[in-house]
């Protein structure tokens, strides 16, 4: 092979392996994209998943708060009502955002918020109702089933969303798994040609360095410019000599920079390609100056930021490497970078996926341990990544649980993936939590994501144990009931009370319904069915005819409730065997028709000796009055109070309202206040009331109150004593008048007689003239005291008998 040929071999074999390398970079790049940009649809499809299963959690949560406010209203489950709306339109706009690309996905979508709103507007109408008309008009409207329809078409859109992204997921995975193999095999060929080319071209270069003595430095050196060269080709390359002055930059480098290679060819490398450490911002020491210095390959730090010549700040990845010539003297360096500023916001946004998962992610391989995991480990078992990562996974597992942990092992191993397995985990704090995982083995290693299902597990063997209990209460609950599907009727479930009731066994009624067991008749059954339908699903206490599996007919009282039993809605229905009681009631209405006529008899001759009572009280002359225990008048006669109007108003009112109607001074009503006091005491109270006239003379009443049926009732009777009372005042005075005369008698009379008779005395008795006349002198006196009584008297007896006489 002569020079010609043998270098046209050389360039043609290292231009053809350039074209294979650039081919091969071109493809590879091209698939990597491809497979990135798969992987990030597949993701995408993840979170479209995750997103609507949060929306209609969000939605049934509401739902549940809902009932539950209405049957309990707890305050409480109101806020938890808000909080579910907040978080539905989060989610919404979130979702929106994602499908944004698909017309179809958008359509459902926008149907799916309107049934969502129009599912809110139903529970905050029914929160307001029940704010306003109560408990009872809230479940009323709840039990319509007006919620569950609108419920029953968001899961049928959320179905339908679902299945398309689920198809979706599949094509898109397909397709990644498509792009990867066409990758492996572009890579696998194009090394192999390349390796293939590289081979036969060193092969002829061995043979011509050996005609090419004279020139073996030049061409070693050319030889390591063109490998590293060749080696670095499509990213940028920067060459340097010792000093760092930069003698030779590539498109690439340009590109990447923001340099034309005139302008950098000759300047110091720092100057052209300024570096900096993302974190503190402080310049980072060139690779390529270091691989001079130290006289070996010198790679980047992490974090590198190159800014460019307009000033932008870009990730690069890079490494320096000397350049020696034949006597491996170093004679310059070369700085082989790329662009990674995607890679970095990628591998970025990863990062932080996996860091602010509240799942836990992690990798594991066959030696049974983790080798990487997530902060969410830590916060749901306790332990640092070192802790955990520093024993096998089996450490952890609760004993209990390492068989059926063992044989998901085994799966694992061979190629088949764990798709939601439970098992137990220990905590730090000694406690176990139930982790859901599905993990995807990828040749020795496992791709696990894993949840806490503690809480859903326990929520779950709650409800198992409320259903229980529920059969439980039915079960022992003496009134018949049973359970039936809505569409067929249908017997779900029946209990003991009803099979007693019917006569029929469990086995028997099971899966009939009322007209296959004729219990109920045709007629009947189809005007129970109307009635239930148009109360909405809800009626109570309706009066049928039950036909006994003996052939007996019963009266029974039947009520029926709409009823949502895992998940499906029912309708239960009670029944009361009302026989015994129709039997009663038409006996009750035989003694109640005789009985009403009885009173109707009785109230006749009540009324009629009602009315000869009256009319003998209404003709006595003496006032009666009847009393209640509260001092209220329950009768009184025309004596006691003329007026007939006033006689109908004082019924049920006190003596202090007659006084403030009539204008009479209230001492009256005090002092028989008084009396009903004492009365409790005696068997009588009498007293006299002193009334003023209209005429201003006096009226004199005798009252005397007596109690009547064990002090329940009083009877006031009034007398006029005004004639007796003058008659005592008449007969005062003519005593006084009496005494008053004696008086006068006694005192005036008796001194003059007593006089006279002294005087008489002495005139019997010899007397000279003188004396004698002076006797007489002295008789005059008593005598003229005499004659003033006698008139004085005369006047007296005079004014007395005027006075009778008025």
Known sequence: MNWKLSNRFIYTGFFIAVIILLLLSLFSYQSLQKSNEKEQ???????????????????????NYHRAYILTGNQNFLDSIAKAVVKKDGLFNKIELLIAD??????????????????????????????KKGYEEAVKVMKKGEGKRIMDQIIVVFEHLEQEENRLLETRKIETQVYVFTTKMILFVGTFLSLLILFL?????????????????????????????????????????????????????????????????????????????EKNGNQVKNPVIEAIKLGRIVFLEQDVLLQTKNGEKIYIDDSGSPIHDRTNTII?????????????????????????????????????????????????????????????????IHPDDIDKTFKEVEKLSMGEPTVNFINRYKCKNGNYK???????????????????????????????????????????????????????????????????????????????????????????????????????GHEKNLESKFRRCNGEIIDVLFSVESIEIEGEMCFIGSFMDITQRKKAEKEIKKLNQNLEKRVEKRTAELQNQKKFTDDILNKIPTEIAVYDHNQKYLYVNPKGIENEEIRDWVIGKT?????????????????????????????SVEWID??????????????????????????????????????????????????????????????????????????????????????????????????LFTRELTMFIHNIKNRNGK
Not at 359 to 385: C, S, V, W
């Open 655 to 683: 003596d202090f309202d007659y006084c403030k109607l009539t204008g009479i001074d209230d001492a009256v009503a005090k002092k028989r206040s008084e009396s009903f006091e004492k009365v409790k005491e005696n068997e």
């Open 434 to 536: 139930s982790i859901e995982w599905n993990v995807t083995p990828v040749g020795d290693i496992w791709y696990a994501i894993a949840r806490d299902t503690t809480a859903r597990l326990k929520a779950e063997e709650e409800i198992k144990a409320a259903r229980q209990k529920f059969y439980q209460i039915l079960e022992s609950n003496p009134v018949a009931i049973v359970i039936t599907d809505v569409e067929n009727r249908n017997i779900k479930y029946a209990n003991d009370a009803f099979c007693e009731m019917s006569g029929f066994d469990k086995e028997m009624v099971i899966g009939k319904n009322a007209l296959e067991l004729k219990t109920l008749s045709a007629e009947e059954l189809e005007r129970i069915k109307k009635q239930t339908f148009d109360s909405g």
């Open 102 to 131: 698909n017309p179809r996905q958008k359509s459902r979508i926008d149907t799916l918020r309107k049934l969502v709103e129009k599912k809110y507007f139903f529970i905050y109408s029914n929160l307001s109702l029940r704010a």
């Open 201 to 277: 071209v060193f092969y002829v270069l061995q043979k011509e360095i050996k005609k090419r003595e004279k020139n073996e430095a030049q061409l070693f050196i050319q030889n390591e410019w063109f490998t590293q060269t060749l080696v670095s080709l499509g990213d940028g390359v920067i060459t340097t000599d010792t000093n760092g002055i930069i003698t030779m930059i590539n498109k690439a480098a340009c590109n990447i920079t923001g340099w034309i290679k005139e302008e950098a060819i000759g300047k110091h490398i720092d100057f052209v390609f300024l570096i900096t450490n």
């Open 332 to 396: 310059g360096g070369v700085l082989i970078f790329r662009d990674v500023t995607d890679k970095k916001k990628t591998q970025q946004e990863r990062d932080l996926f996996y860091t602010k998962s509240i799942d836990m992610i992690g990798i594991a391989g066959k030696d049974g341990f983790f080798k990487h995991i997530n902060p969410a480990f830590e916060k749901t078992l306790g332990y640092t990544e070192t802790e955990f990562l520093s024993k096998g996974f089996i450490e952890f």
């Open 41 to 63: 649809w597949v993701r995408h499809t993840y979170v479209v998943l995750q997103t609507s299963k949060k929306i209609l959690l969000s939605v049934k949560d509401a739902e």
């Open 690 to 787: 002193e009334l003023s006239m209209d005429d201003g003379e006096i009226k004199y009443m005798l009252r005397i109150l007596h109690p009547l049926e064990e002090n329940d009732k009083y009877i006031l009777t009034g007398y006029d004593i005004t004639d007796i009372k003058k008659a005592e005042f008449e007969k005062q005075q003519y005593i006084a008048d009496l005494e008053q005369m004696m008086f006068m008698t006694s005192h005036k009379v008796r001194h003059p007689i007593t006089q006279i008779i002294g005087i008489s005395t002495l005139i019997e008795e010899e007397q000279s003239k003188t004396e004698l006349e002076e006797l007489l002198g002295c008789i005059k006196k008593p005598i003229a005291d005499l004659d």
